[in-house]
DNA sequence: CGTCGAATTGACTTACATCAATGAAGGTGG
DNA sequence: CCACCTTCATTGATGTAAGTCAATTCGACG
């Protein structure tokens, strides 16, 4: 039924399309945010071609080389790496319109696995091609740091998440987090499907799958959500930020 | 005593002291990393002048228009944010060479404050004037995404250590990077004095500032430590890397 | 229908927080 | 110079949120 994605151009990778960011609906939300047409135009040469990662395969892992970052398209990732004691943790979670890859420019190695949790597809960006097409447009080193500096206040925030709040906050912290992404991209923000185990929850958030489990639940009696195994529908969307920040009024 | 630090030129504010990065020796470290000469001479233009801070007064604060970074140029400074629900965190501690307020330039505000735990200077950094002069050294642009990306691969070891290590294994990290950090600079790794209270590094490291004092205790009855007050000695490096990271061999 | 990974729920343990008292260091003013 | 105060650090006693271990249950898939 798919067939007509795969290779009308026999040179490129069977699984690979041309695409223009300026026809992407995604531009307004991912790399490209607030150029101009002419602009537009110009980073269109950028991205040449889309790939398609299957479920559970990786887009890059710890430790191959860096060579450019890695635009999600649609789907649903995860980054995680491997601690210097073995264990690994789950870094993050990407969704379309956000970037991969970004802690890969310090040292030229990509600093964890990023995997694919449902079929997915990315724009790959190559590093050195952005770097001599942003010199014609400023706009795009903006964006960029804009980005990265992004990132860095999302992570300041789970930083402050992890050292300061208790099991239940977080979790309710982590599905408004989830619930306003997916409403910036125009699904529901209210019912939706988790794409991760309670497992990768419990990681990300510094708790055990037990934990995330009997949080739901808790969140359940409470009237806040509907849950049932992967499905959550929030009920009360106003409990829920009460629940996240508490002490706050 | 230090009057001659004091504006010879009258046009500039008193504190301030013309000051280039080619004669820096930070500039190994800090922004300018891996320019050459000549690229050098034109970032001279970038830093103006120098700002003294004095302990506890701070360099920025949350919520301020973001103009700009600030290089520490010497002294020592904690970054700090009131999350959503009233309670604050210390999100990072910053020493010569390195950058502060990566974290505005997202939204256009300061995230956070960045206050000096001694007395300090930094040279600020107009992002405007960098970016534009970044467009003739190209490097630069390479530099600041290498600082910002190795920001974001520090916050990841962060959050990992927050999601997963407990009490002792997070104090003996922060040890073993605050070390790692002085010996960069050339000052002892080993030997060393605590700007900090244990109350900040438990913010820091999602601890109480009891737990931090008994941690300490108890790495000094193992051998591994002597600590008095904030003076710090690192008896036995190699088991405090133990410490930090069990289950690795 | 049986298998397997994921999720839920319960009983028990523990690492760390909380509460509280005491002790050192450093700065200020008489 | 010493007495005083404030801030920071240490140490102990007790409480609790979340981890651990273990048993079911649920759903998806072959």
């Not at 790496?81 to 789950?90: A, P, W």
């Not at 449902?118 to 804009?146: F, M, N, Q, W």
């Not at 208790?166 to 912290?173: G, H, L, Q, S, T």
């Not at 409403?183 to 995330?212: A, H, K």
Request: charged letters at 25%; one cysteine or more; glycine letters at 8%.
């Amino acid at each position: 039924m798919q067939t007509w994605t795969r290779s009308p151009l026999p040179i490129l990778p069977r699984d690979a399309i041309k695409v223009a960011c300026s026809q992407c609906n995604l531009h307004e939300i991912c790399l490209p945010l607030g150029l101009t047409e002419r602009e537009l135009d110009q980073v269109d040469t950028l991205v040449m071609a889309r790939r398609t990662i299957a479920r559970g395969d990786a887009v890059f892992r710890a430790g191959t080389r860096f060579s450019g970052l890695y635009a999600v398209r649609s789907g649903f990732f995860k980054t995680r790496s491997i601690s210097d004691d073995g264990r690994d943790h789950v870094t993050g979670f990407q969704m379309a319109g956000e970037l991969l890859g970004l802690d890969g420019i310090a040292t030229g190695e990509h600093g964890c696995d990023a995997i694919a949790l449902e079929d997915s597809t990315v724009c790959p960006i190559p590093y050195d091609r952005l770097d001599s097409i942003a010199r014609e447009v400023p706009g795009l080193h903006l964006g960029l740091h804009k980005i990265m500096s992004r990132e860095i206040v999302r992570d300041h925030a789970v930083m402050q998440l992890l050292a300061g709040k208790r099991a239940e906050e977080r979790v309710a912290a982590f599905l408004l987090s989830l619930s306003q992404r997916l409403r910036q991209r125009g699904w529901s923000p209210s019912s939706f499907l988790l794409r991760m185990t309670r497992e990768e929850i419990g990681s990300y958030l510094g708790l055990t799958l037990e934990t995330v489990s009997r949080t739901f639940s808790k969140l359940h009696e409470d009237g806040i959500l509907e849950v049932k195994q992967r499905q959550v529908d929030i009920l009360d969307e106003e409990r829920l930020r009460h629940v996240a920040r508490p002490g706050a009024d």
